[in-house]
DNA sequence: GTCTATACTCCGATAGAC
DNA sequence: GTCTATCGGAGTATAGAC
């Protein structure tokens, strides 16, 4: 990159999708705001105005950039886990949580109600692709239909949002757990129910 | 009570909490304010706040009787799985997912992080209980230490916690589920899980 | 492409009339 | 005990200078 101009940045659209995961990891969507993340950049409160027509296209644009990491490390756990199918759909549990946790962008983010009806193309392909990842993951463990791989992967998540939502919410304070514990806890219930489940 | 006095009401303390489940049910915590509760109700934005000192309180006051209500639930779907003690445990996941859609009020409010130091001696007693009632159970599964009947407790919360609030956030939306079919997969996860934890 | 300045809205909270 | 009116703060978004 060339020398400074100014105050000026060299990727403004890059670094407030960035300041945007690290705003959501600390204060939640509650405490996002374009203006927090212009705060946080030492930008004005218009500049985001020039990247992003208004708030849900820069949300939107947080949400399909967490689609594609999350996608990866699920992708990257699933392999750490080994061959047998179990292990490695339970490791989606693990990995959510600790996704969740450094960057703020779970299912809330991602999945947002607002975006449902959003026409953001790019996004669509981004959060299809991580849920065929988890439906394969699902349906390797031997379900014989696609509406049970659908429950399966339902039940995973359920199981890691709670654990990560109730870890943000400072619900297991008292022992002050790391994440780790938090994300081995979710990992071996997940795994209790999928082995239950008959796989 | 006696007639109108003009646009008054009998007992606007009470009904502004009523107000408030209505208004978390609808919108979540995200939504609520008191403003919003007062527009609820038809009466000026200050009138709120000659029966609650500030918006925490009023908060507060939701949060002692969500804790109240929730643990009778707790108790009723209890004793209506009958004397099984996994079982027992069990119901208060379906209790808990039931409870939070039909108020809005689950663990984000009744614990919020912003009224952990609050000095209200009525509320920290009503969750106090509220938490000795659900030890009771997961301690009436055989737990062998108080540490193990917490760790039931904590997994029991976070299935039902993570199934209310994908569902709240539409995740399940495709087949347009309804409370009780999740409020049973919520039930169905904790009975395994607890089922395997050898009790 | 970023700035300053501004308009609008919503919320929390207070003052003072009735 | 409720009202009207108002203040101050924060957020979304736009206009216009540079």
Chains 1, 2 share one sequence.
Do not use: N, W
């Not at 996004?123 to 463990?141: K, S």
């Not at 870890?167 to 757990?177: I, L, M, V």
């Amino acid at each position: 990159m060339s020398a400074d101009r100014g105050y000026h940045h060299g990727d403004l659209r890059a670094e407030l999708i960035e300041a945007s995961f690290a705003l959501l990891a600390e204060s939640g969507l509650r405490g996002f705001s374009v203006a927090a993340v212009a705060r946080r950049l030492r930008v004005s409160s218009a500049a985001p105005y020039r990247h992003f027509p208004d708030r849900a296209h820069l949300l939107a644009a947080v949400s399909a950039a967490a689609a594609r990491d999350l996608r990866a490390e699920v992708e990257a756990a699933a392999e750490a886990a080994g061959s047998d199918p179990v292990a490695r759909l339970a490791a989606v549990a693990g990995a959510y949580v600790r996704y969740v946790h450094r960057t703020g962008a779970g299912v809330p983010v991602i999945f947002a109600p607002e975006l449902h009806h959003f026409p953001d193309d790019a996004r669509r392909e981004l959060t299809r692709a991580l849920m065929t990842t988890l439906l394969e993951l699902a349906a390797a463990t031997g379900s014989p239909s696609y509406q049970e791989a659908v429950t399966l992967v339902e039940a995973t998540i359920a199981v890691a949002h709670g654990y990560t939502s109730l870890f943000a919410e400072g619900f297991f304070a008292h022992k002050s757990h790391a994440v780790d514990d938090i994300a081995d806890r979710a990992t071996a219930a997940s795994r209790t129910l999928l082995t239950s489940a008959g796989h």
